[in-house]
């Protein structure tokens, strides 16, 4: 099913970059995107914890509202309080609240991609195989907090709404505590003019930074009491990717040729400043992967609108746009096989499951996860069978 819908998106994107059909298809893709991440089951690395996390913030909160004692809560208490209406006060299941917590987040993502993306069915595409997967499907706190953050706060970035974002920011940190970079992402509005040799400056600066004082940066952050727990577990296993490095790289230095067609503190221009921060800080904190994607994915998604800028507006004659097309094609495909592999690992799915044969499930054949994934027994509990 993945692979199809692979082929399916990366059709159509190729025929809207040929054919400069902006809207057509793109609708019918994502509902078809959409119906897939509202109705899989046990899917997503996450899935099975997120039941247990609902259900026990759900107690945890109930508990709180009997003694008034605020540390029982021991999650963010927005996520907590939602928990808690849709499981204790609506009585409705915590599956039901994953599919929502996945709908409104990728919904969020194609208000922004309909409303930024000259061609929407690439920026899907582009979605598809780096986020789609990861966030909507497993993510899913994070998820939502990123989609308020592209569709509604960048615009309240753009104008200096400063009074509404910093409120939307606490909102979402309350949802999910890496939302904590949001508040310092309004720094980009400060540059008003930069080169590109000063980005690749600051680039090597943060590179060989992020190497030599990574271990104190965690030390850090691990002794703030709100989010120090966090930090310990995103760095219990510190590991440096090449790979991911390589990719990221191949892709960020094509994406900085859009500086000469974006009018400096335009929108697409903060677009592409936030986008650069997401790189330094990517760099800053590679040495722990973890860590490193959940404080640069909110500077990451602007990607699906900058890379189609640079197929529709960099790569002016035809060649130079097949041959960049190609080129972004090859790398969207390197990352899909590796997000699949990686979810494949991450399940752990049995020996049986490879990338070539790697199932949907929905909760039409849910029974089906327990024949492919092993689920631990924590989590046994919150495994439906029929």
């Given amino acids: ?166 409120l939307l920011c606490i909102l979402l940190f309350t949802i999910h505590y890496s939302s904590i970079i949001l508040f310092i992402i309004p720094v980009v509005n400060l540059v008003k003019n930069y080169k590109p040799y000063q980005v690749y400056i600051i680039a090597i600066v943060s590179l060989i930074s992020g190497i030599a004082i990574n271990q104190f940066l965690f030390s850090f952050f691990s002794s703030l009491d709100t989010i120090g727990s966090k930090v310990g577990a995103y760095t219990q296993e510190n590991s440096f990717n090449v790979l991911s490095l390589l990719l990221r790289v191949m892709l960020f230095i094509p994406i900085m040729l859009t500086y000469k067609i974006y009018e400096r503190n335009s929108m697409r221009d903060l677009f592409l400043k936030i986008y650069i921060l997401g790189f330094f800080l990517y760099l800053i904190f590679m040495t722990s992967s973890l860590i490193s994607s959940r404080i640069n994915v909110f500077m990451r998604y602007v990607e699906i609108i900058l890379i189609v800028d640079l197929i529709v507006y960099v790569f002016k004659n035809n060649y130079s746009k097949v041959l960049g097309y190609t080129f972004i094609v090859t790398i969207m495909t390197v990352l899909y096989v590796k997000n699949i592999n990686s979810f494949i690992d991450q399940g752990p799915y049995y020996d049986q499951v490879d990338f070539y044969n790697y199932p949907y499930v929905s909760i039409f054949n849910k029974r089906k996860i327990i024949e492919i994934r092993y689920i631990p027994p924590y989590y046994q509990e919150y495994v439906i069978y029929d």
């Fill in 1 to 166: 099913m993945y692979h199809i819908i692979f082929i399916i998106l990366l059709l159509f994107a190729t025929l809207e970059l040929l054919s400069k059909q902006k809207k057509k298809n793109a609708t019918l893709l994502f509902l078809l995107l959409l119906f897939l991440v509202i109705f899989r089951y046990g899917q997503g690395s996450d899935y099975f914890s997120y039941i247990y996390l609902f259900t026990s913030s759900a107690d945890t909160f109930e508990t709180y509202i009997k003694t008034h004692d605020l540390n029982y809560i021991t999650r963010e208490i927005g996520f907590s309080a939602i928990s808690y209406l849709w499981i204790k006060i609506l009585h409705l299941s915590p599956e039901t609240l994953s599919a929502l917590f996945s709908a409104i987040s990728f919904f969020l993502v194609w208000l922004f991609i309909k409303k930024y993306s000259v061609r929407p069915v690439i920026s899907l595409f582009l979605f598809y195989c780096t986020f789609y997967l990861i966030y909507p499907f497993s993510g899913i706190r994070q998820a939502v907090c990123l989609g308020f953050f592209i569709f509604y706060m960048l615009p309240l970035l753009n104008e200096r709404k400063y009074i509404k974002y910093f």
